[in-house]
């Protein structure tokens, strides 16, 4: 078994909390990435299960076993950095066999192992060359060989593709989920690229200030976002947040966003917001750039006038920065009250304008004038104070 758990893992360095009673439990052969920011404890996390930091607090296990107090080479464990090491003056072979040397694996043995895992990570005609000559792609494959080599229980990654162009990056990232899908080692992956962990991972563990936001599937991650924190980490083009007055219309649950009232569907009636519905005066609405819908101005009922100020194609999708302008200024979606309120708030993030996403042939000119809506079904709703999803 090569399951790995946390348990109430805390460290600290002087005055620093990296960690805060982390629980954590990594599956046999899943493979997990901790994502979050610079310095949410990411490699502490990773350190601590190598052995390579002591926790001040807690217990690291693997399977059954408390390993603790286990020096990082009882642990049965591989680590690759950001930052690779090759011995300058082996060549790669010899780099690679290196930990089987070192373990006192007969020579045939280690040829035939080595010879192995060129071919899985594609570097055969690598193995004669010295780390000067290759490429620093495929010096991170080196490297990813070395450690696979001794066959461990478990591999730990620490942002192992930062230092790789978008192009290689991209190929080593669909390496290494092959590589896992082959191999089936428990992986911990971490990275700051909510992208890459999107795109790699069997579960995604979501970090703020050495805490666990949110653990799950990159599609619940994505989707169904414990709060707003994770909601704004995760997404490219990153999601739009509103400030939302919460209101009742036709017997039935509404927002007034911008002067513009929006009837709550169905979907909206989870028990969360039943729960909080009658507390709030106000809440905070996601939605995602793609769910964005883009009409012209006086179609549709609950739309918000905008005015098209920015367009980035960005190959098949063309990215919109809309300008919300105020309703009240405007007669033609009349339908609903006016406010008289101050344009659109645009929750915490600083511009004010709305991204959408949408198809290249579908993309206004700037300086059009757009109505944006959004499908019920489509809307997140944050607290408006702390923030937790509803
Ligand atoms: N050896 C150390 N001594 C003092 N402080 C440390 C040490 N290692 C980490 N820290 C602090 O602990 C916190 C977590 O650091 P950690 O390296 O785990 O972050 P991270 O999530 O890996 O960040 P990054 O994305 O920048 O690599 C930071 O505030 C960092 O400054
Ligand atoms: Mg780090």
Redesign the pocket.
């Known amino acids: 078994m090569a399951s790995i758990s946390l348990r109430g893992i805390s460290k600290r360095?002087?005055d620093?909390e990296?960690l805060k009673e982390l629980d954590l439990d990594i599956q046999d052969g899943e493979f997990l990435s901790l994502l979050?920011?610079?310095?949410?404890?990411?490699?502490?996390?990773l350190r601590l299960v190598a052995g390579l930091e002591e926790p001040t607090a807690g217990d690291v296990y693997m399977g059954e076993e408390r390993v603790t107090d286990l020096a990082p080479a009882d642990r049965d464990i591989a680590m690759v950095f950001q930052l690779f090491a090759l011995y300058p003056y082996m060549t790669i072979r010899e780099n690679i066999a290196f930990p089987l040397r070192a373990q006192g694996v007969r020579a045939a043995e280690t040829r035939k192992r080595v010879d192995a895992v060129a071919e899985l990570l594609g570097i055969e005609a690598l193995l004669s060359l010295g780390p000067a000559q290759v490429h620093p792609a495929d010096g991170q494959r080196v490297a990813i060989a070395k450690a696979i080599v001794r066959e461990p229980r478990v591999f730990l990654f620490d942002?192992p593709l930062s230092q790789l162009d978008a192009h290689m990056r991209s190929r080593m990232r669909a390496e290494l989920k092959h590589l896992h899908d082959t191999v089936g080692r428990t992986t911990l992956f971490?990275t700051?690229d909510q992208a890459e962990g999107l795109a790699i991972s069997d579960r995604i563990g979501v970090?703020r200030q050495?805490e666990l936001v949110q653990l799950g599937t990159p599609e619940e991650i994505f989707h169904r976002p414990t709060d707003r924190y994770v909601a704004e980490f995760v997404g490219t083009p990153p999601i739009n947040l509103f400030e939302a007055e919460v209101c009742e219309r036709d017997g039935a649950r509404a927002l007034r966003v911008g002067g513009v009232e929006m009837r709550l569907g169905e979907p909206l009636h989870t028990a969360g917001v039943d729960a909080q519905w009658g507390k709030l005066e106000s809440v905070t609405v996601g939605v995602r750039p793609r769910y964005v819908d883009l009409g012209s101005r006086g179609e549709g009922e609950a739309a918000l006038p905008g005015v098209v100020e920015v367009v980035e194609p960005t190959g098949r999708d063309t990215l919109l920065h809309v300008r919300l302008t105020e309703h009240a200024d405007r007669g033609e979606t009349g339908s609903f009250p006016s406010q008289g309120k101050a344009g659109m708030e645009s929750g915490g993030s600083s511009d004010a304008t709305t991204r959408c996403l949408v198809a290249r042939a579908a993309a206004p000119p700037e300086g059009a004038e757009v109505a944006l809506s959004f499908r019920p079904e489509h809307v997140l709703l944050f607290h408006p104070e702390t923030g937790a999803a509803l």
Request: charged share 10%; hydrophobic share 25%.
């Open positions: 360095f002087g620093v990296a979050g920011p610079s310095g949410c404890g990411k490699t502490t996390t942002e971490v700051h970090m050495g």
